[in-house]
């Protein structure tokens, strides 16, 4: 009987078949029990993966045009966001949006009466972005938008890893669900985040050009700049630098000034009541430490816990950007997100998708000892253990990045193995 059909007397496929079938969709690796934790992760979260879509499409109205989740909101519901975003680029005055009560209106116009209300997010640089999603129907542009994504990222994947299989580890992963299920940005910001600081010496321009795009989703970056110049990587900080100001001014050019003074005044106004809602509606969707502790402390104090992490986090960059700025990209790239999560009191859920990214990079590449990989292992199930705790308005998962932050700078201080080796062994495992 072959090999691939090993099975017990009953007829029944032994773990041990089962484990060489999920092995198949996994990197090469060094250490058996790098390759021991990416299983599990692989299996785990496919399960979980499985059982929330299965859950999630059931409780779903399929009427068209315009399928309903159970809470009301449309399939795909932070889309419908970005969606808009490209509708709006043909209307005369697109600023209106940002008022939340024009929005809404708007909204209930395409979907009719009784739509929970949502918010117009993202700077006015969004509808340059999202221009030519609005020229085709809601499902093509979500089903186009999210193939983009995952495509993009799966080639951004290959310049980061040589063996691209942790691509299926990290699409069953807790944060890749919630993205598929909003449609969220996801996946193309990861692969422009991740892509800009893989090619950032060897391609300064385009890394400066991805990462000027990444201010559409401006939270993602805000310590690229402490990064870039404590790196002294003077043409990627350029680079940015110009892109940005180009896109904002093209947008003010396109849509005039008032936009982003509706931005400013109107937008970031309700993000910043996100943050204070009493009810704490949102605590079950960011990772984040002030989240994790404005249940238990209030805001106040949950607030100015989260600025000295804030501090902390933007001298750990600074630190390992200046002096270990030779160290290896991945682990560099790992230590920039976790203390992007680290500094950020607003950070949802999805865009926890770059971290779990490098997380599972370093598994694969053997560069992680025991407590590594415990750290990387709660990394890749930090949405679905803030969705537990964040619900009993518990602490907890908002640790996990500024303890793998921790560990990450205290293994390039020490350089007790040195990252070079651990990619090496990598390599050697691929090609024996």
Known sequence: MPDTLDTTARGEVSPSAFRRSLDAWLPATADPRDREFLRDLLAMGGILFVLTAIAYLATCAWTLPFPRDKTGLVVGRDFLNLWMYGRAVADADPARFYDIAVYNAELTKLLGDGYPGQNWPNPPTALLVMA????????????????????????????????ARVLPVLLVSPAALLCLMSGQSSFLTTAALIGAVVCWDRRPLLAGVLLGLLTVKPQLG????????????????????????????????????????????????????????????????????FMNLRGLLGNDVAMIVQAASSVAAVAAVAWAFWFKRDADVAVLCALLLAC???????????????LTLMALVLLARGECDAAGRRLAQLVFWMPALQLLFGSIQMPGPGFIAPALAIYLVLRLRDNTQPVIAGREQSERARNP
Do not use: C, N
Request: glycine share 6%; proline share 8%; net charge neutral.
């Open 222 to 289: 805000i310590l690229i700049p402490v990064a870039l110049l404590a790196s002294q990587r003077w043409t990627v900080f350029a680079t940015a630098a110009l892109t940005a100001l180009a896109l904002a001014g093209f947008a003010a050019a396109l849509f005039g000034p008032e936009i982003w003074i509706a931005y400013i005044t109107k937008a970031l106004p309700l993000q910043r009541e996100v943050l204070a809602d009493p009810s704490g509606i949102a605590m079950p969707f960011h990772a984040t430490i």
């Open 340 to 354: 992007t999560q680290a500094a950020s009191p607003y950070m949802s859920s999805y865009d926890l998708l770059p």
């Open 132 to 163: 030519p999603f609005g020229l085709l129907g809601f499902f093509p542009a979500l089903f186009a938008w999210l193939a983009i994504g995952i495509t993009a990222l799966a080639l951004t994947m290959r310049r980061v890893l040589a063996d």
